[in-house]
């Protein structure tokens, strides 16, 4: 695999189970309780046994007939068959053994005769082997050998690995699987299994649980031209280059349900129609809204094939939009015109093929019921259409109840396939002006089991949207709108703050929306989002109708006025401010909830927070309170140039006359590389959890992986509410997945850089090895180009870069609080080094290691945790602060004992479990401004009991405002218990630190 690209050829669901599988032990990694052990976007991780030929039951397996002959698997007597609609991690699996034992790979459309056929995963010989996959669950697999044949099957990428190892464990030395290979294991789906929560809002809290951190994009290939885009439910991926439609749409496991489809198409006034499929122009990628359970992710700049004005069409565009939910995706089309007015488009849609040859079944709806064939259906009427896939089980189209142009649903049977398409009528003697919009969207339903009637009830409920919807105390300006049929969710308006007004005049003010919502006779499962013309929302919660937080994150999405990323699409660059979050609710059920979107307080402390903001590209917001402090591009800023953190702010500066934000400093790069072969290690990100939106405190952890495939990279970013400084605590795991080989690795290998961007430094801090601090005058006035290493000491590492030359900078510094690091298999003590570079223009600073020539062998990890601090301003005469921080934060951070409970390990953030008792006594020691504890282990989601020990006596800890229901925020850890994080302000904490009585209700 050393010349092949993992993350060419993988799925995220796929990318995810192999991180998993390949990770080492190694320490530095956060002990969170709430962590559910979900792998994939919708699978749990179960330990699937592999070398056992019983089930998972305890029930013995028939073996094979002993009279039946052996498979010789060698390349003169077998092949290696697979299939054309195999999932990516089978076909992996077909080529792995293929190389292993020398066999061709071969299809199973042209299987030879007189050879053993080793077939992977799911073929046309599944009878032939009796192989009954749905009795496998998700986890389980089979390896049988069946007259000479052998196949080698699972259901997901857990499973193939299960049993790709019990394969290699039977074959003998002669490449020979004896006849008697019969083994099955059976294991059941852990796919939908979340804990059940108690109270009126136990069902919303469990819904919300199984579907936070399940969307997401990423790129496919190195140039960035395959695009992937996936929920719990479906995976899509693009191809922006040579094919401009969906490649493949799988379900969950990475199974496909169609190949090449998803062309829009435009007709010009004599009906000749102009697909996407030609387009002249290389899509690119941008995602404007993301987070816990909703992606608003775009395909932009396509056209149709069209170079001059032989028509009146050709200044269209395609703003292809993913509206992109934890459990449904609705597909829009927005056509836009780009270079000046459009005419005589007589029609527009959208198509989707599927090979009949798989379709076990279908239903379709038109105005006078349901049909079961193509016969007799009135596609004027039409609405939905679901089919049951062989194997990869059911997908449908919805049309969506768009009042300005849903257009019509037809589906047509020829040549052995099945076109679905949505097609809209025009009138061909518009005239369409630069910058005229058109709208168009179907619904698009994926699940891997065979449920038609499921999907029938879905698509009935998506076509007749809720009207039971109601606001119920005005306040702000609330006001409900109504069903955003193409965005695919309820909508409620809301007045909103600014960053001036919420921080200097108004900093506990919170733009409430009081609603209920009532089902009527079906089940429902939907979205509700508010929205606001402020783009300066920064948080939000919400409270049930007793003004009690429910432990559902609200994610928050904006967009800041003026930037005008993509005005060609979004004319005005208009300001929002949305929050969003999935209810469920049985038929006649009605929920009643209050909303909160939050600016700068939160309780008696400035809130955190992360959301996510509107920009060229994916990008995290995070403030305290109004206060930028970070921003975060995991697909990096400007393409692939590892720049991670573009917004990167000193609290300690001054703030500016113009608003409440502070300077900025340089640019912060993640782990890039050379390898000896000159592979340069670009990271490509392919899945964020988010742990803790705030407004208590922010947690996100983004994964990566190389695009060689060699490199697996994991980064966690917290922030607490503090106020002195902007210390943004970070964790790095680098896994070797490959061998790699490294020249000369500290020149080579950055485990993070940093430079000024715009200013140069003049003076150069760090802690040599013998632990002394020095300072370096840099003389960057007069200095030529240099680059130079300094070998870090041991005790709490750091170097910080200072006094630069500009009259309004700030300053950076790096300071390492515990590491481990594995190389060759063996624990590495050398310390760090320091690269300090200049280039005539910029500093560079680089954390690296002294390795010398090596080679990383598979396995190997380096762990380092470290804090990232912007600090001061121009008129810093010394580094006093970075030595201030080094002190808070790594020789005596923040500290948990307990008196009653137990302390939960973490890197950054005290934790404590309450006993049996529901009751945790603890001490905060340590630490600097405010601090974060989470409590865990509650059975309730009531805030607890929260009280401080003051002169003895037990007295409620006075975090909140006026308002008892602020101050501290309520989670659900995925094992049907709660926990509460609160902030304590630890800067003049008595010497012995606060003690806390947490008890739960």
Known sequence: MKNRSLFCRLTAAALALLMLASFPACVNQPDDPSESGSDTPSQQV??????????????????????????????????????????????TAAEELAAELGLTVVSDTEIPEGKSRLAIGYTTMNEAFGADFDAWGDLGYAVTSVDGDVLVAANSQTGMAAALSAFRAALTSEKTLPAATDMVVKASSDSEVTPLYQGDWGDNVAHAANLANTVGTH???????????????????????????????????????????????VADAQGKRYYTTSSKVQGRTNTYQMGFYYSSAHILDEGFGLRTSDTGIHNLSVDRTFHLYADKVNLVQHLTTTGGEATGISSYGQIYRLDAGRVKSLIIKDGSGTHTTLDGVDFTTCEYVGFDMERAGVIGFILLPYEDNEGKLTVTLKDGIYTVEQHIENDTDAVYPHHAHLYFGMRLYTRADHDLEAFTRVAEAERKPLTALEITKRLDGAAYVGYDALRGAYRFDVQGGDFGNNYYNAPNQV???????????????????????????????????????????LEVTKNFSGENEDSMYLPGDVSYGETFFPLTLKAGETKKFTVLNLYQNWGKLPLKQLSSIQFVAPYYHLSTGVTETNCIAPSFVYGKDNWLLPDFRAMSAPLWASQPQHTAIGQLFVVRYDTADRVTGNLENYRNDIDSYGP????????????????????????????????????????????????????????????????????????DENNTHQVIDLGIASASRYDRFFKLGSEYPFFDYYEPLATDAVNFALIVKDSHIVIDGKEFTGGFLMRDRYDGSLNFGDLTLDLGEVTLKAGDCICVDYILLPWGFVDSKNDQNVLNVRQDSCIDPYKLTTEAGTVLEDVYVPKVRVGEDQTAVFTLTGGDNNGVVRVYGLTSYRRPVIEERVNGEWVTYKDTTNRDYDGYMIYADGDGTYSVAFAVPMTDAPEGGRTFRVIGQ
């Open 46 to 91: 179960t330990d699937v046994p592999t070398d056992s030929v019983t089930d998972t039951q305890g029930d013995e397996t028939e073996p094979a007939d002993p009279d039946e002959a052996d498979a010789v698997l060698t390349p003169d007597n077998a092949v290696v068959v697979t299939s054309p609609y195999a999932a990516g991690w089978e076909k």
């Open 219 to 265: 790129y496919g290939d190195i140039r960035r031209t395959l695009w992937t885009v996936y929920n719990k439910h479906v995976i899509l991926h693009y191809d922006m280059k040579k094919e401009h439609c969906l490649t493949s749409i799988e379900n969950e496991y990475g199974i496909p349900y169609a190949f090449n489809t998803g062309e829009v198409y």
């Open 511 to 553: 733009f409430t929306v009081n609603a209920a919502i009532t089902a009527d006779t079906l089940d429902r499962d939907i979205y509700v989002y508010t929205h606001t013309a402020s783009g300066c929302l920064e948080s939000a919660v919400i409270m049930d109708e007793h003004q009690t937080l429910i432990p559902i994150p």
């Open 696 to 767: 208590v405190y922010a947690d996100v952890t983004m994964d990566y992986l190389a695009q060689d495939g060699a490199i697996h990279v994991t980064y966690r970013h917290v922030e607490m509410p503090q106020t002195d400084e902007n210390r943004t605590y970070y964790s790095l795991r680098v896994d070797v997945l490959e061998d790699v080989t490294f020249k000369d690795f500290k020149s080579d290998f950055s485990l993070f850089c940093f430079n000024g961007r715009h200013p140069k430094f003049n003076k150069l801090g760090y802690l």
